[in-house]
């Protein structure tokens, strides 16, 4: 992964500070963190993972997230 980036989606409401969502480390090769508050993120929240030419490589439901996310494979 060349580089990690948060975006907003229709409907959903910008952070209001910065320090509640992070992920490291950026660029990432076959891990990375997310580190956030509970409040953050809720049920219907997805992680979707880009690769350099747009395509979807990864989907996770909030449910199925966890700190650390294994791309290694990708």
Known sequence: ??????TKATGVS???QSDQLT???NPASDH?????????IDDNSVMTLYDLFGKVVMIK?????ENLQD???L
């Open 1 to 6: 992964i060349d580089n990690i980036s948060i």
């Open 14 to 16: 910008d952070l209001e």
């Open 23 to 25: 992920v490291y480390p």
């Open 32 to 40: 990375f963190y997310i580190d956030t508050q509970k409040e953050t």
């Open 61 to 65: 439901r909030a449910m199925e997230m």
């Open 71 to 73: 791309v290694s494979g």
